[in-house]
């Protein structure tokens, strides 16, 4: 990208020609330093709207004037509240209405789709999980239980894919391949669309094609690829995939999660799953009747009434995903991501003698998204803690890996900027 400057005047100039410049100034910016914030961190907890207080004293208001007469009397009616999320939330990940729903957290998530989804055959050939080498620690966790818990010996059953010896990123063609290998043994293939330590994309849709070719089931982890990347689960024909709405999606600590289940799989009330009341037709519901009769599409995966508090909190990030909409985030992202990777090469090659930094993360932009993930040579915690005390809030990995993620809504190219001259200051 030799188009771009490590300037001032081009950062800012790259600001004002920004379509989505107008959102930075719906969210807060911490200011708990003495130093001004630079924020790199919305791929582990995204900042906040101005606009979601709003959406929850609402909801607190209902709860005051009404009572359980909420479910029915507030302006969105908590008994089905979860309703005004759904078609926001599926624009966001390429997928229809009856795909989504938005429920629960997403490691529970992640479980109750793999109850219904890894179904390993017993006594039979079928009975493998294909996962990524060093997966989130929750989902390696999630994983290993899955196996157990079907009485399945780990070291057998789950099958990792792992970069080549020196090498920091997992080949596609590694994956593919031992999807191919494994064939008729493999049940499930369960991967982080967006790996979290690399920021390495994978191409979902060969993936899922892949899988489906030898028979297997194909869900996705998409805590790092929700409202960062141009997700079309649908079309690609993903069978289900989960997502936490705190990272990308600005929906509070610890928020609401999203769920999906492709449409082939919507109308199955066959598939077994962990159930629950507020999975159930909701005609009929309050019937109480005995036997479990699920609602259509994901919304059937449903245990429990909503959040409503956690549930608004998303909903006000949603309408500004909505009003951005997902095009235009990808193509700031693409620049943005473009902009910091060369300012972070400028910094690093006028300071070679002292220190070097090597991206780990693709520098395709067909293979990441927002975040950047370097690797400081010759530096270690002290870089970090320099450019810390600078301000910067970005994310350390021992032993010398500093993840960064501009957040095309609220991240500016000015920014990028800065990052490149603190990271020069804490060098020296
Ligand atoms: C952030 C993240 C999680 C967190 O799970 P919670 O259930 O929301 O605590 C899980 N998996 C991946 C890949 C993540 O990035």
């Keep these: 990208m030799s188009h771009f400057e490590n300037s001032l005047a081009f950062a800012q100039g790259l600001d004002a020609k920004d379509p989505l410049k107008s959102f930075r100034d719906k969210f807060y910016f911490p200011t708990f330093h003495d130093k001004t914030v630079r924020y790199f961190t919305g791929n582990s907890l995204g900042l906040q ?7 929850i004293l609402e909801e607190l208001d209902a709860w005051a004037e009404y009572g359980v007469e909420g479910h029915f009397l507030a302006k969105r009616p908590w008994f089905a509240y979860h309703e005004n999320l759904t078609q926001k939330a599926a624009n966001v990940v390429g997928a229809l209405p009856v795909e989504v729903v938005v429920t629960h957290s997403l490691t529970t998530n992640l479980h109750l789709l793999m109850v219904s989804f890894y179904r390993p055959e017993i006594n039979g050939k079928r009975t493998k999980i294909l996962c990524e080498a060093k997966a989130f620690p929750s989902d390696q966790y999630a994983l290993e239980s899955q196996v157990k818990f079907h009485g399945l010996d780990l070291a057998e059953h789950l099958v990792e894919v792992a970069p080549r010896e020196g090498e920091q990123l997992i080949r596609e063609e590694d994956i593919l391949a031992k999807i191919d290998e494994l064939g008729d043994e493999l049940a499930m293939v369960m991967i982080g669309g967006v790996n979290y330590y690399t920021g390495q994309l994978f191409d979902m849709e060969k993936i899922t094609k892949a899988g489906h070719a030898v028979g297997a089931i194909v869900g996705f982890d998409l805590a790092h690829a929700a409202g960062n990347i141009n997700l079309k689960l649908h079309d690609w024909g993903v069978d289900f995939a989960a997502w936490c709405g705190y990272k990308y999606l600005n929906s509070s600590p610890g928020g609401v999660s999203g769920m999906f289940v492709h449409e082939r799989h919507a109308y199955n009330p066959e598939l077994p799953r962990f159930a629950g009341w507020w999975g159930y037709d909701k005609e009929t519901r309050f019937l109480m009747q005995p036997g479990f009769n699920p609602m259509k599409g994901a919304e059937g995966w449903q245990l429990s009434n909503a959040p409503i508090l956690g549930m608004a909190a998303h909903l006000a990030s949603l309408d500004i995903f909505e009003e951005a909409g997902m095009e235009r985030i990808g193509e700031k992202r693409d620049l943005m991501t473009a902009y910091m990777e060369f300012v972070i090469d400028n910094i690093s090659e006028k300071n070679k003698e002292r220190c070097t930094f090597e991206l ?23 870089l970090f803690d320099a450019l810390s005390a600078e301000g910067v809030v970005a994310d350390w990995r021992e032993p010398n890996v500093i993840r960064i993620a501009p957040a095309p809504l609220y991240n500016s190219y000015e920014d990028c900027y800065w990052f490149g001259q603190l990271l020069e200051k804490a060098i020296q």
């Design 360 to 382: 780990i993360t693709p520098r395709d932009k067909t293979k990441r998204g927002a975040q950047l993930s370097i690797m400081a040579k010759g530096q270690g915690k002290a």
């Design 49 to 55: 709207p101005k606009s979601t207080k709003e959406y």
